[in-house]
Nanobody
Framework: QVQLVESGGGSVQAGGSLRLSCAAS????????VAWYRQGAGQDRSMVAL???????DYADSVKGRFTISRDNDKNMVYLQMNSLKPEDTDVYYC????????WGQGTQVTVSS
């Protein structure tokens, strides 16, 4: 069973940057499609960025050009570099890994103030 632990969330002013990290254990991350989702209070979880096992990335329209997903399979890590942050990026961010079954981390709060 894969365990995912996110870190790197926090509070930042609009226009600032944060880098989220996701550490995986219990499985070889190179076998999994990985992604970052976010969820606001009372809202559904939505995909922010995704990366296939072959390294192909996809992004939600709202973050294209600002966010970058990356993975380090040797370290079993996934990252989300978030630049030019906006108040509407405020959410809980979740790391997920999928390979027949979808695993989730516990989430990390990102708060962007205007």
């Amino acid at each position: 069973q894969v365990q995912l632990v996110e870190s790197g969330g926090g509070s930042v002013q609009a226009g600032g940057s944060l880098r989220l990290s996701c550490a995986a254990s219990g499985g070889r991350l190179s076998d999994y499609t990985v992604a970052w989702y976010r969820q606001g209070a009372g809202q559904d979880r939505s995909m922010v960025a995704l990366m296939s096992t072959k390294g192909a990335a996809d992004y939600a329209d709202s973050v294209k050009g600002r966010f970058t997903i990356s993975r380090d399979n040797d370290k079993n890590m996934v990252y989300l570099q978030m630049n030019s942050l906006k108040p509407e990026d405020t959410d809980v961010y979740y790391c997920t890994a999928y390979w027949g079954y979808q695993y989730w981390g516990q989430g990390t709060q990102v708060t962007v103030s205007s």
